[in-house]
């Protein structure tokens, strides 16, 4: 059974960092990109960041510069460093994970449960 479970998630103010992390279990890690997609209310899901099985990155325009993906193979886990959160970075955030890549949600194989991030002003 394919787990992803995301942890790290909460409140904090604008300015501050959060580091989010997703374990995953119950496929092969290291053949996967994965990912993070975050959902504020009344908006679509979109798009964070992703990182394919061999280390490259892509992220949204919004933010690039802020936001750091990562991921250790021998933990199964992928990681989301935020620095400098905004307001409107607040949502609810899915970590995803596809055998072809993410950058589209078409290509996402499976999803976590998603963790709340609410970033005060």
């Known amino acids: 059974q394919v787990q992803l479970v995301e942890s790290g998630g909460g409140l904090v103010q604008a300015g501050g960092s959060l580091r989010l992390s997703c374990a995953t279990s119950g496929y092969i890690f290291t053949d996967n990109a994965m990912g993070w997609y975050r959902q504020a209310p009344g908006k679509q899901r979109e798009l964070v960041a992703s990182i394919t099985n061999t280390g490259g990155t892509h992220y949204g325009d919004s933010v690039k510069g802020r936001f750091t993906i990562s991921r250790d193979n021998a933990k199964n886990t992928v990681y989301l460093q935020m620095n400098s959160l905004k307001p409107e970075d607040t949502g609810v955030y899915y970590c995803?994970?596809?055998?072809?890549?993410?950058?589209?949600?078409?290509?996402?194989?499976?999803w976590g449960q998603g963790t709340q991030v609410t970033v005060s002003s």
């Open positions: 995803a994970a596809g055998r072809f890549g993410i950058i589209t949600q078409r290509g996402v194989g499976y």
